[in-house]
């Protein structure tokens, strides 16, 4: 699941989000997070941030910025892998 966090004002709007995740064929639910809460719940401090949390609600891993996609996509396989 992807959360959208606006950094500027005109992308709080759903309209504008989901003509973007159509657009980047983002193929995962995506919710947007106007209030900032999941941004403060996960102590996110800067656009991009990924953040991975296993089904307990565990944080397991987080980067910041970009990059680091190999290292990103052997977390979740090994996350998929221990949650079965």
Request: charged share 35%.
């Amino acid at each position: 699941m992807g959360v959208h966090s606006p950094e500027f004002f005109w992308e709080k709007s759903h309209d504008r989000v989901v003509e973007a995740t159509k657009r980047l064929d983002v193929r995962y639910p995506v919710v947007q997070d106007n209030d900032f809460a999941v941004w403060r719940r996960f102590g996110v401090r800067a656009w991009p941030t990924l953040v991975l949390v296993d089904r307990r609600g565990i944080v397991r891993y987080r980067h910041i910025g970009e990059g680091e996609y190999e290292e990103t996509e052997t977390m979740i396989r090994r996350l998929l892998a221990e949650e079965g």
